[in-house]
Each structure stands twice: as C-alpha cells, then as structure tokens.
Nanobody, 127 residues
Framework: DVQLQASGGGLVQAGGSLRLSCAAS????????IGWFRQAPGKGREGVSC????????YYADSVKGRFTISSDNAKNTVYLQMNSLKPEDAAVYYC????????????????????WGEGTEVTVSS
C-alpha cells in the first residue's frame, strides 16, 4: 500500500523555521513527483513546492520562493520542506502528496494532478 507520512509541523513565531518531512513507502520513490500542499481555514488547497529528484525539477509557489527549500533523500524515501522566515500567512495544514508522470506533475504542482495523499501536519505561526 502507498503511504505518505507527513511530520514536523508545530507552533513557531513569525520569522522562525520548521522542517517538514514526508516519509513515503509502497511505490518506486524515484519515479514519482512528491509535493507539499497547504490549506488554511476557508481557503483552497495550494501547491507550495514539488520535486522530481529523477528529473532534477523543483517548483516553488511565488509566495514561498527564497524562504522554503524542498529536498529529497532517495535512500530514505523522504522529502523535506525547510521553511524559513515563516509568516503568519504560512499557517495552514500541510500535506504531502505523490504523483506519477513525475516531470509534468513536479512542474505543475497542482493538487488535482496528485495520485496519493498523506495526512496533514499543522503549522501555526504566531505574530
């Protein structure tokens, strides 16, 4: 079975940092795009960052460019999202997801293109 386990959320002050982890199992990790998406109360699900390690592609939403960094440890089947300079508007439930057609899905980083989803991890940013 495909499993995606997100962790690392928590409460942080504005300007602080968090690192989210997404541990994957049940599929060939290298063949998939892995992405981070977030959803704040009353808002739609937003693509934050996606990666295809095999294709060497990363995507960042404009709102997080220069502050967030996505990386992949293929030996551990884990994708990380390093989040620095956090802002109150970054507060949301963050989900990781995986998709086939890694090159396309990593470039698009749209929630409707993802095949598998994990449970979310909540990020709270205090001002």
């Amino acid at each position: 079975d495909v499993q995606l386990q997100a962790s690392g959320g928590g409460l942080v002050q504005a300007g602080g940092s968090l690192r989210l982890s997404c541990a994957a199992s049940g599929f060939t990790f290298d063949d998939y795009a892995i992405g981070w998406f977030r959803q704040a109360p009353g808002k739609g699900r937003e693509g934050v960052s996606c990666i295809s390690s095999s294709a060497g592609i990363t995507y960042y939403a404009d709102s997080v460019k220069g502050r967030f960094t996505i990386s992949s440890d293929n030996a551990k089947n884990t994708v990380y999202l390093q989040m620095n300079s956090l802002k109150p508007e970054d507060a949301a439930v963050y989900y990781c997801a995986a998709a086939q057609y890694a090159t396309t899905r990593a470039r698009e980083c749209n929630y409707y293109g993802m095949d598998y989803w994990g449970e979310g991890t909540e990020v709270t940013v205090s001002s």
